[in-house]
């Protein structure tokens, strides 16, 4: 019974990766599209999440400044870390500057904290990447039209959480395509 519960949870992962697929691949080249054209200009990634999100962000951050798959100089970007109200939004207000991206993966909960930093973002002049669930927890009302919404259709915060990586791993891999050109990876 344990084995047939253990089988399922990755049947429902892998039907959720497929899925996704298809319904996300257009926002996660539009937010990797942005990424790059902050990158290449200058500019640099702050990124910062909620719950499970919160975890997620240092290990973009770390793909960015180190390396992913491939090495490649480093690329400025900053994990922001603050579960007070309005810490993150501090943070986007002291270290963000015009042109840079800020990407929020909201891991589920109440994510008023994200949103108070993707307000203070859209006050330096900043584009907004947010990850999220089927629940889009009132995002397209704190987004501008430059800014993307990746929503994973999907409602269970496991699954969600899974392709949120996922998705962070195609921005990194995008990030190094268009920057580096193609390459076989081993």
Do not use: Y
Not at 160 to 173: G, Q
């Amino acid at each position: 019974m344990l084995e047939q519960r253990i089988q399922q949870q990755f049947f429902e992962s892998a039907d959720l990766q497929n899925q996704a697929a298809e319904m996300i691949s257009r926002p996660v080249a539009d937010a990797a599209e942005a990424l790059t054209g902050a990158l290449t200009a200058g500019g640099k990634l702050l990124v910062a999440g909620s719950d499970v999100g919160a975890a997620l962000a240092p290990i973009m951050a770390v793909a960015f400044t180190g390396r992913f798959e491939r090495d490649r100089p480093p690329l400025a970007a900053m994990a922001l870390q603050d579960h007070r109200s309005s810490g993150l939004a501090q943070q986007v207000t002291a270290l963000g500057q015009p042109g840079d991206v800020l990407l929020l993966v909201d891991g589920g909960g109440v994510p008023d904290t994200l949103h108070l930093a993707a307000d203070a973002a859209h006050h330096k002049d900043m584009t907004v990447i947010v990850l999220t669930g089927a629940d889009t927890g009132g995002w397209r009302a704190h987004l501008t039209e430059t800014d993307v919404l990746v929503a994973v259709p999907h409602d269970h915060a496991a699954r969600v959480a899974e392709t949120h990586l996922l998705v962070l791993h195609c921005l990194c891999d995008a990030i190094d395509l268009q920057l580096m050109g193609e390459q076989d990876l081993p």
